[in-house]
């Protein structure tokens, strides 16, 4: 069951579409603190590693992992911001999985990614720690 909170959250997120995408677009063109950050916390991961983008929004961590050379895949509840994530990506030339999903319980194979990355999802969610948990299960051993 969806709570109030996730239903407000969707509606804000999906009204606000237009901006998220010029803002997405502006920090990928600049090289701003986010893409030096996210350059630092995957610099000693191999090329081709796996990544899921948990709660992507309009695809900002997981098109610039992409640009890095890794293989990425990305959640999010809402088909606006999921839409709009397809969109810059393929403007951009890159191949990456955007799945609609329930980013606390995501249904994918446990042991399967190399790295979890959330960006200004957390706070949304209902039960943030049921979802580190099944986060978790979602990485490799080592990951």
Known sequence: ???????????????RVP??????RFLLSNDSDFNHTL?????????????????????LVA????????EVDAMDYNMKV?????DLSEEMGLDIDFI????EEPELPEKSYDVVISRN???????????YSRWKQLLKPGG
């Open 82 to 86: 999921i839409d709009a994530a397809i």
């Open 1 to 15: 069951m969806v709570s109030d909170i996730r239903k407000q959250l969707d509606l804000y997120w999906s009204d």
């Open 39 to 59: 350059r630092v916390f995957l610099k000693d991961m191999p090329k081709g590693s796996k990544i899921i983008d948990m709660g992507t929004g309009a695809g």
């Open 121 to 131: 999802c957390v706070w949304g969610l209902d039960d943030p720690f049921k979802a």
């Open 19 to 24: 901006g998220l995408i010029e803002y997405t």
């Open 100 to 103: 609609v999903g329930d980013v």
């Open 63 to 70: 098109i610039e992992a992409a640009r890095m050379g890794f």
